[in-house]
């Protein structure tokens, strides 16, 4: 069935450590996946995208790699901050203006 | 920075009321979608709207909800007849074609 789904329930780092978040997606047919950031009481924030054409893109201290052939999805933040603590959530799409399917979630937590 | 506005933040409400969330998506987007959340849970799609009409909706979204965009800002989601486990956090989401923005959500509890 469609599924995203996320390895770890939480996350624990370093300060300035390099975090990796992952996550796996069941639905080959998915055209485009995102990656948000919630922060407790608010709404799912954009990080990065990547359609599937691409297997890696890079944003300002994020990486998102895409593995079609095992459907895996990270998100790689360097140099991770106590500001970048928050549930992690990726989202797979199958067409344009479709749903977003998310996954379970990661928790990041980041030690000062 | 353009942004997706819902209101009200919290409402309450008692079992078998009707509530309806209001949204103003971004002014030029083109797709309209509601999520929801429980507590602690991830979030999972409710419905999208499109031209004007529903363009696909999920199983939750069964008679007892429904969504209108009255005037060309607002998208509402109406709930009739509460029950205790349509307590969650309520997201609107709106795209132009790839990248869904969110509001910050209503948080309705009912009780």
């Known amino acids: 069935g469609e599924s995203v789904g996320l390895h770890l329930p939480t996350l624990s780092v370093q300060e300035g450590d390099n975090s990796i978040i992952n996550c796996a997606y069941s639905n080959s047919a998915s055209d485009y996946f995102i990656w948000y950031k919630q922060e407790s009481g608010k709404g799912p924030q954009f990080i990065i995208d990547i359609r599937s054409n691409m297997d890696k893109r890079q944003g300002q201290r994020v990486t998102v790699l895409l593995n079609k052939t095992v459907k895996h999805l990270s998100l790689q933040i360097a140099a991770t901050q106590p500001g970048d603590s928050a549930v992690y959530f990726c989202a797979e799409r199958h067409n344009q203006g479709g749903k977003l399917i998310f996954g379970q979630g990661t928790e990041l937590s980041v030690k000062p | 920075e353009p942004e997706v506005t819902q209101t009200p933040s919290h409402q309450v409400t008692q079992m078998g009321q009707e509530v309806i969330l209001h949204c103003v998506p971004i002014s030029n987007h083109l797709y309209f979608y509601w999520y929801r959340q429980i507590l602690g849970q991830k979030v999972e799609f409710l419905v999208s709207?499109?031209?004007?009409?529903?363009?696909?909706k999920s199983e939750i979204f069964d008679d007892q909800f429904s969504v209108e965009r009255p005037d060309g800002s607002n998208f509402t989601l109406k709930i009739r007849s509460t029950k205790l486990e349509d307590s969650a956090m309520y997201f609107c989401a709106s795209s132009w074609d790839t990248e869904a923005f969110f509001g910050q959500g209503t948080r309705l509890t009912v009780v």
């Open positions: 709207f499109y031209n004007n009409e529903i363009s696909e």
